[in-house]
């Protein structure tokens, strides 16, 4: 393969990333920037609005398969969050579709008070061991 041919590939590939980027932005009403690429990396992840999508994993997945519900989206992206926070497994968006196991919101909301009675707890002891100095 000579050295324009592999010009021309990569030129198409980020037309195609670009096209992808923009049915995405279109099928969501979310705001398409040419430049949203992190790093200018094309294909890699993009920036779109508040958010960072991953190529593979979400833009290119969601319109492949047409997927209107952009609060399914926002349901794995916070989930994302908290399992991040939580120590929990990160499930890529299209395990998520798919209906992959994911801890329901009332175990999600365990965990939470689990954290606040332990970080309150936390905070009571050092303040009780700081006063007797």
């Known amino acids: ?34 430049d949203s690429w992190v790093g200018n990396e094309v294909g890699t992840i993009a920036m779109v609005g508040d958010h960072y999508f991953d190529f593979n994993d979400v833009i290119k997945y969601a319109v492949d398969i047409q997927l209107k519900d952009y609060e399914e989206l926002l349901e794995w992206e916070d989930y994302v969050l908290f399992a991040h926070e939580y120590n929990q497994t990160i499930p890529n ?8 196991p994911r801890l329901s919101k009332e175990s ?9 009675r332990f970080e309150k707890a936390k905070k009571d002891y050092l303040e009780s061991t700081t006063q007797e100095f």
């Open 108 to 116: 999600q909301k365990h965990l939470r008070t689990l954290k606040e």
């Open 1 to 34: 393969m000579n050295k324009a041919h592999l010009q021309l590939l990569n030129q198409r590939y980020a037309e195609a990333c670009e096209d992808y980027l923009k049915a995405f932005c279109d099928a969501y009403e979310l705001p398409y920037e040419k």
């Open 93 to 100: 968006f299209h395990s998520w579709h798919k209906g992959c």
